[in-house]
Each structure stands twice: as C-alpha cells, then as structure tokens.
C-alpha cells in the first residue's frame, strides 16, 4: 500500500526536521478525518448527483492524507508507515481542527463545514507550492487543483440553499451559527506553525486570512447571507484537545486494524 518518495528537503537542524514532521501530520489528520466524514454520506446523499459528488472529493482528500502520511512517516524516520498514523494512533494525538471532526448534520451543516475548509485549504496550498520543503510544495501542487473544485462546489451550494427557499435558508443559517466558532482555529497558529513560518516553511497566516475572509464574504453576499461577527473561536483540536466526536469517529475507522492488527488484503 505505501508508495516511496525521496525527501526533497533542505538541509535543516532536527528541531525543525520534527516540527515539519508535526506539521505534515496534522494535514494528514485533517485531509483524514474530513474524508472519513464524507464517506459517511455514500448512499446517504439527497440526490445521486451530489452523493457522488461527496464521494469523490472524499477520496480526493483521502489521496492528499495519504500523500501526507507518507511523507510524515519519512520525516520521522522510525519505521512507520502510513497505515500506522492514520490507525494506531489514540484521539489525543490526532491534530486535526476541531471544525472537520464535527458531525455531518443535514446536508446545509456538511455544506458550511465544507464550505469553511475548503476556503482555507485552497489558499493554503496556493501557498505551500511555493515553499522551501519540495516534497511539501509537490503534494499542494497536485491537491489544489482539486481543492479548486471542491471550494467552487461548497460555494455554488451555500449560495443555493441561502438564496433558495425559507426552510434552505433556516438550514443554512443554523448551520452557519453552530460552525462558525471552529473556523478561526484554521488561522490561528500553533507553537509549531509559528515555528514554521518564523523559518520561512509555513507560509504566514495573516495574507491568507485575508484572501478567506474576502472569499468567503463573496459567497456570502451572493448568498444573501450575513457573515457573523464577534463570534469566539473555539480552538484545541490542533493541540489534540478535540470534541467527543472524534473518538467516536475514530472507533468506526480504525475498528477493523484494532480488531485484527497487521491484517492484509
């Protein structure tokens, strides 16, 4: 199952070598764990078209985990592989935002939580295509061509169900208002993001605060929605301080590797 890579790395201290390692991981666990939430809706979407849909960007970021696990796992350097990070490892050690463990909901509640992620995962592999780590800038270049896709989707469906009928316009205000405390944690850096961008491997926050929030104002607009303001950001899921929700993800993910450990196909 696990591809090779050669890492194309800078020469770095080890300190920065662990922190990539960090970094890297928590990508993985995020593209990981938003990908197992959209498996979730196969068979279960409102229409075929769009089951399909949520389908395919499922995989889509399932590639991108794996790509970034592999990496990790040479950074690292002990001998794991990629199937050891995704599935032996416990909730508190996983560094996803809180925002991409949060239950589907109805589909307005998938849309808004896809919608927030997509907006920041695109300009941020805009980004990281142009930084130092060439293993890093090769998995953004290949991901953002289909992150492109996946933020144009969300924002069509936030802009149908917020300029469509009265109960798709309740739906997505509601889900607006209970997502929108788990979106600023993707901008706020770690200890080792800051780390990171204080050497030049993480690109700075601030520029791609900005380009989200005017993004994310254009679809609201269009939407005939109003963006929340003054709403306190609920962090901890990048420190691995996450919701409840996860270990209950985790449970269904990892079952099978934890019920027969090594198993093969």
Known sequence: ??????????????EVRQQLFDYVLQLADTSLILAHR??????????LEQDLAMANISLDLLGEARSYYQYAA???GQGRTEDDLAYLRSAVQYRNPLLVEQPNGDFAHTIVRQFLYDAFHYHLLVQLQT?????????????????????????????????????SRRRVETAINALWRYQGELTTPTPTEQALQAVG??????????QIDQHVAR???????????????????????????????????????????GMKW
């Not at 199952?1 to 080890?14: A, K, N, R």
């Not at 491997?201 to 900005?210: D, L």
């Not at 985790?250 to 027969?260: F, G, I, S």
């Open 1 to 14: 199952m696990q591809d090779t890579h050669t890492i194309l790395l800078p020469e770095v201290t080890p």
């Open 38 to 47: 959209l498996s979730e809706w196969c068979g279960h979407g409102p229409i």
């Open 74 to 76: 040479e950074l690292e």
């Open 131 to 167: 930084g130092p780590d060439r293993q890093l800038a090769a998995i953004a270049e290949k991901s953002v061509k289909e992150a492109a896709y996946h933020v144009k989707w969300s924002a069509e469906w936030v802009i149908r169900l917020g300029d469509g009928t009265d109960e």
């Open 201 to 210: 491997f993480v690109p700075g926050y601030a520029a791609i605060q900005q």
């Open 219 to 261: 679809v609201f607009e269009e939407a005939t929605l109003a963006v929340p303001q003054g709403v306190f950001a609920q962090k901890g899921g990048k420190t691995g301080r996450h919701s409840e929700h996860l270990g209950y993800l985790l449970t269904e993910l990892q079952y099978m590797q934890r019920a027969y450990p």
